[in-house]
């Protein structure tokens, strides 16, 4: 069994205290930014609920680990636990996904013990999916946990909001954050580490993957490809087929953030932040031929762009393309 990451610690001990009080509440909404594993601790506070072994009721009980329950849950075939996603072909939680719920949890407990249902992402949910678990989270049945997970709870229906206790994780502090991605990631320097933190907002999971991923490299090769666009001396065309490949979305919140430091360093001679400090020389060097007018037009033509990133109809290469040319026009 493995445990909660160690900036969930003070989250993870307050909901252990309250098991022990015996006042845990029926649904609880885990909010904060993406990478910081909300859904980790779902699952542990799941196989700490599902848990059947007759252990002392202190703050510091974690699943035993050889129980019935502790195997099914390794085995991932426990009865009493509901994982409800999107389907794999879609992005949104539909209402018939949410009455198959209700059925279920209007069943005993197979195990005799909790059933836990884990919701991910909540703001996946639409409208009527949103308007029938409402029922659920106002009476819930007996010894019911429902958890519901989301990086952007403000588009959740007040009406969710409020029959939900929020546990919110903020950006971990940047000490713990490093610690734990170098242990993850033994191959990492600590500048690269600090890096990939910086360029995942702090959040130390999503630093992981683009670890894994080779974002740093990815990155400083887009960088490239984007000052030969501004000296003329490769096709934008060429370079959208590309960067296609590398990802739709990715490439522009590497334009965004880029254009955001640039922007930055012209409005401010010494600028109290930039988030991409590592390469900041050259994109200062960048901005300095780029009027600042421009620059605010190019940042808007790339919110645009993200706006409709996820439009099905739309032609993502010609999408990038858009931006790209962009980048060869001096007005």
């Keep these: 069994m493995s445990s909660p990451f160690p900036w969930q610690e003070a989250q993870w001990q307050n909901l252990m205290s309250r098991i022990a009080q015996g006042n845990l509440p029926h649904a609880l909404l885990l909010t904060g930014r993406r990478g910081t594993g909300k859904q980790h601790f779902a699952q542990q506070l799941a196989e700490r609920l599902l848990c059947s072994s007759e252990q002392v009721e202190t703050v510091e009980l974690k699943p035993c680990g050889e129980c019935k329950g502790c195997r099914l849950m390794a085995a991932k075939t426990h009865p009493d636990l509901k994982n409800v996603f999107p389907p794999e072909d879609k992005q949104i939680i539909s209402v018939d996904q949410i009455r198959e719920l209700t059925h279920h949890l209007s069943l005993t407990a197979l195990c005799g013990g909790y059933q836990v249902v884990l919701i991910s992402p909540a ?21 019911t946990m429902l958890l519901l997970i989301s990086d952007r709870p403000s588009t959740l229906p007040a009406t969710i909001r409020s029959r939900c206790q929020v546990v919110n994780f903020e950006r971990p502090a940047h000490h713990s954050a490093l610690a734990w991605l170098l242990q993850q990631q033994p191959e990492l320097d600590p500048q690269s580490a600090n890096t990939l933190l910086e360029l995942a907002d702090g959040a130390p ?16 090769e887009m960088l490239d490809d ?36 640039m922007v930055r360093m012209k409005v401010a001679e010494q600028p109290p932040y930039i988030s991409n400090a590592d390469v900041a020389p050259r994109l200062s060097k960048m901005a300095a031929n780029i009027e600042l007018s421009l620059l605010y037009k190019r940042l808007d033509q790339v919110n645009e762009a993200l706006r409709l990133a996820d439009n099905p109809s739309l032609n993502p290469e010609l999408l990038l393309e858009g931006v790209l040319i962009g980048w060869t026009s001096r007005r």
């Design 226 to 261: 984007l000052e030969k666009i501004t000296t003329g001396r490769c096709n934008p065309v060429e370079i959208a087929k590309k960067w296609l490949k590398l990802g739709k979305k990715e490439s522009l919140y590497w334009v965004y953030g880029w254009l955001v430091d």
């Design 123 to 143: 703001d996946g949910m639409n409208v009527n999916a949103a308007n029938s678990l409402l029922k659920t989270l106002e009476e819930p049945p007996a010894n």
């Design 205 to 220: 999971l999503r630093a992981a993957e683009m670890a894994s991923q080779g974002t740093i490299n990815q990155r400083a």
